[in-house]
């Protein structure tokens, strides 16, 4: 569905549509909607964004009085493909298609699902390496820094283009966890439930460190030509690999890493005294490196690694966390790993302490786990369990069958 909308009830524009790009893969079946056409988005650094185009899938089927709507909000190097379909780049299932689907515990048969490539992306959501009508060139560096509002005020917008009133259920992990944060505390009136996953109310400073690591990466490639790589027609690659190489490691437990590899040695017998992979953890992360480059464009990294740098929802509520979910009616489930040292439990107990400083409505689930950060993408019984638990409770609530 390609259209143009600002606001609720737009209709589409049937002029004819930008097509898809041809990907590795088969064509790209991802939704688009170009937004903020007769009223710019406002974005925190005080520029004006319009119109920017946003990919978007969605799965199951909306109900008579659209309640059943559930938004999921994607971590860093994510996109709007969270369920059973090949992704057209990687050629994979969907990032999250252990959680979503008919019969699982976000029930497709029950909900109707959106999740949409985040502002600033590069998976079909206008980002710097798409084309400034101004100049006719792709943006780079000219395109202006956002934050984890204006992804959330660029997802409202196209909550707004479907009509929907009120979601019921905002919910993401990591990154997507500060969307969800960030959705319960500037619209609380239209999210009846918010499920943050191995998220925080803030960055910390290790993490904006790490952060930092992966930019530097990233601009010490001479190929990033001072992010104006597009246009001299060179790819930061190997920045970049290195950018994912680095963020991998916090995304495993130590635990993880010696289960999965040890000091095993890759295909070889003994120690090459050289610099080539000689064991088996080094190959892995060459792996998700190179293969990263692959999907992932070098300046959204930077950009949206920064709007989590920025983010920080008790300082945009004068430094007290409780306000910003002062008079609360939305339900929260919040969730952490024992073993996550990324987005440790304590960042999520202060979200708790906040909400119930306001008498919010909330559970709190540390899942024991040995997995890391990435736990909320893998197999997690528990996580299943809670999860499940906690739409069913909230849709008996809702009235939902």
Known sequence: MWGHANGKGAMENHATP???????????????VELGVTEKLRLDCGVSLGPFTMAYQTYGALNADKSNAILICHALTGDHYVADEIHPITGKRGWWDLMVGPGKPIDTDRFFVISSNVLGGCQGTTGPKD????????????????????????????????CIDKLFLVIGGSMGAMQVLEWAARYPDDVFAACPVAGAARHSAQNIAFHEVGRQAIMADPDWQAGDYLNHGTDPKRGLSVARMAAHITYL???????KFGRRLQDREGLTYGFDADFQVESYLRHQGSTFVDRFDANSYLYITRAMDYFDLAAEHGGNLSAAFDGAKTRFCVISFSSDWLFPTPESRAVVHALNAVAANVSFVEVESD???????????????????????????????
């Open 371 to 401: 997995k890391g950060h990435d736990a909320f993408l893998l197999d997690e019984p528990e996580l299943f369990d809670v999860m499940t638990g906690f739409i069913n409770g909230s849709a008996a609530i809702r009235g939902l069958t």
């Open 131 to 162: 084309i400034d009508l101004a100049t006719g060139k792709p943006y780079g560096l000219s395109f202006p820094v956002i934050t984890i509002g204006d992804m959330v005020r660029a997802q409202k917008q196209l909550v707004d283009y479907l």
């Open 18 to 32: 930008l097509k898809p790009e041809r990907m590795t893969y088969g064509e790209d079946p991802a939704k688009r």
């Open 253 to 259: 437990s130590e635990a993880a890493l010696h289960r």
